[in-house]
T-cell receptor, first 115, second 112 residues
């Protein structure tokens, strides 16, 4: 198993454009999480899925953000009408629920720069 | 509201010495998990150690151990025999299974 992968690793976009990020979790993991991390801060939880169901969304997740995990495998995070404040590292993590309870394994992140 | 506080933005330690990183959290839950993650510069976050709140025994992983004080809501990380490769940002994290919070991190420098 190669771990959690994210694509792209870097994205530069102009304000107002839409961007989409992909996350491929560890294959046997049923939970997938999205976080946002800005410079000098810890990750902030955005949302998570158990299989294909989106179970929790943070208040940080504005209407411009949407996430999907259509077949319970990979997930996409889309940001519409990007703003400069969206510039951050977007982290994906995955875990398996069940004893012992889940430990999240993180991907390398997608660094978004909005000009 | 649940929060995780790391009061030491930066710490340094001499190689081979011991250092303790502090973490406190606020929660009304009784069942949760606590983690320490390490994020080396420009590299991905990796798990250092985890602790289940229902377990009284402090977790240990080789040179890494925690001091978990549930009543005080404190979860500190002790790194023994510090090595150059331990230099990184360390994040304390709290997980109820549906709520996930990270602290702001402690940047650890290891001095040769």
């Amino acid at each position: 198993d190669t771990g959690v992968s994210q694509d792209p690793r870097h994205k530069i976009t102009k304000r107002g454009q839409n961007v989409t990020f992909r996350c491929d979790p560890i294959s046997e993991h049923n939970r997938l999480y999205w976080y946002r991390q800005t410079l000098g801060q810890g990750p902030e939880f955005l949302t998570y899925f158990q299989n294909e169901a989106q179970l929790e969304k943070s208040r940080l997740l504005s209407d411009r953000f949407s996430a999907e995990r259509p077949k319970g495998s990979f997930s996409t995070l889309e940001i519409q009408r990007t703003e400069q404040g969206d510039s951050a590292m977007y982290l994906c993590a995955s875990s398996f629920t069940g004893p012992p309870a889940d430990t999240q394994y993180f991907g390398p992140g997608t660094r978004l720069t909005v000009l | 509201a649940q929060t995780v506080t790391q009061s030491q933005p930066e710490m340094s330690v001499q190689e081979a010495e011991t250092v303790t990183l502090s973490c406190t959290y606020d929660t009304s839950e009784s069942d949760y998990y606590l983690f320490w993650y390490k994020q080396p510069p420009s590299r991905q976050m990796i798990l250092v150690i985890r602790q289940e709140a229902y377990k009284q025994q402090n977790a240990t992983e080789n040179r890494f151990s925690v001091n978990f004080q549930k009543a005080a809501k404190s979860f500190s990380l002790k790194i023994s025999d510090s090595q150059l490769g331990d230099a990184a940002m360390y994040f304390c994290a709290y997980d109820t299974g549906n709520q996930f919070y990270f602290g702001t991190g402690t940047s650890l420098t290891v001095i040769p």
